[in-house]
């Protein structure tokens, strides 16, 4: 069964980093454009970062707040997107999201996956 599983939360003190992986797990023949989104208590969930795979070209796109701080990678032959947080700020407490948009012509797992999240939390 084919699955989507993030992890590397956890709890830091501000400036402190963390290092989030996401990964599709099962065998696909599927190429996945895989994004970070965050959903902190009370508020909308929001984009954080996104990698677009143009062929040869890999695109990052990031969220303004984050943008200098974060760093996302995808290794494809692992099918794993790996999110690079530092100089965490208390504001980047949430829950974090990885989403996968999978295609390609063999592709057995087509279309939008969310993972279950995982926790940051950032203390002052």
């Known amino acids: 069964q084919v699955r989507l599983v993030e992890s590397g939360g956890g709890s830091v003190q501000a400036g402190g980093s963390l290092r989030l992986a996401c990964a599709v797990t099962?065998?696909?023949?599927?190429?996945?454009?895989m994004s970070w989104f965050r959903q902190a208590p009370g508020k909308e969930r929001e984009f954080v970062s996104s990698?677009?795979?143009?062929?040869?070209?890999?695109?990052?796109k990031y969220a303004d707040s984050v943008k200098g701080r974060f760093t996302l990678s995808q290794n494809n032959a692992k099918n794993t997107a790996y999110l690079e947080m530092n100089s965490l700020k208390p504001e980047d407490t949430a829950m974090y999201y990885c989403?996968?948009?999978?295609?390609?012509?063999?592709?057995?797992?087509?279309?939008?996956?969310w993972g279950q999240g995982t926790q940051v939390t950032v203390s002052s």
């Open positions: 099962g065998y696909t023949r599927c190429q996945h454009d």
């Open positions: 989403k996968t948009f999978s295609s390609g012509p063999w592709c057995e797992w087509p279309g939008i996956h």
């Open positions: 990698i677009e795979n143009d062929g040869p070209t890999i695109i990052a």
